[in-house]
């Protein structure tokens, strides 16, 4: 793992690991140091339970990536925020373990789609903000473009079925859900 200096802290929610592109392409981004990932059991079990439910027969396949991603990621886990939670008030209370990750942790953004259950005044009071997948990645991206494109060049580079020219590459981003971080590669495509 590289690292930039003094890479930010952001705790990743289930929601946001759930799409295996931008599960995929938030790990590469933290693999090289872009940015500290975080996350609880919890998450990953969210995680895990979410996509078996919707698509029971990929189990051994979410399994795998899950070993995989706590293997890789061991240093990454939260843990001993579980005393936070009473403590927090939240629109869903199912919610309060992820806030009480960050808070334990001192990541500064929560990577979720979930925005309405972590209400901005709430937040602010622990110097935590939330921010979508998209516009955290096109964010980190923006801050490191050298290492940002040179890891999505390694991210396009692993798929082989199908393989994709670095324009489909983009356009796969942009069908994903990514396309702020596709716009900004874009102009770096030459690297790609």
């Excluded at 930039?4 to 995929?24: C, E, G, H, K, S």
């Excluded at 996350?39 to 969210?46: P, R």
């Excluded at 990750?101 to 500064?108: E, G, P």
Aim: hydrophobic share 45%; proline share 6%.
């Amino acid at each position: 793992m590289s690292f930039v200096a003094n890479p930010f802290v952001v705790i990743l929610d289930a929601n946001v690991l759930y799409p295996f592109r931008t599960r995929d392409v938030l790990f590469s981004f933290a693999l090289a140091g872009l940015f500290r990932a975080r996350f609880t059991n919890e998450i990953l079990d969210e995680w895990t339970r979410n996509l078996i439910r919707n698509k029971p027969q990929l189990e051994d396949s979410v399994r795998q990536q899950e070993a995989a991603i706590r293997a890789a990621f061991d240093e990454c886990l939260v843990t001993g925020y579980a005393p936070l939670i009473p403590g927090l008030t939240l629109p869903d209370e199912n919610d309060r373990h992820v806030l009480a990750a960050a808070i334990k942790c001192s990541a500064q953004i929560i990577v979720t789609e979930n925005h309405k259950d972590f209400p901005p005044d709430t937040l602010e009071a622990y110097g935590v903000e939330t921010l979508g997948a998209d516009d955290f990645l096109a964010n980190t991206y923006d801050l490191f473009p050298k290492s940002g494109v040179r890891v999505l060049k390694q991210v396009r580079r692993r798929y082989d079925n199908p393989t994709f020219t670095r324009s489909e590459f983009l356009m796969d981003l942009i069908k994903n859900g990514l396309p702020k971080l596709a716009a900004l590669a874009r102009a770096d495509i030459e690297y790609l």
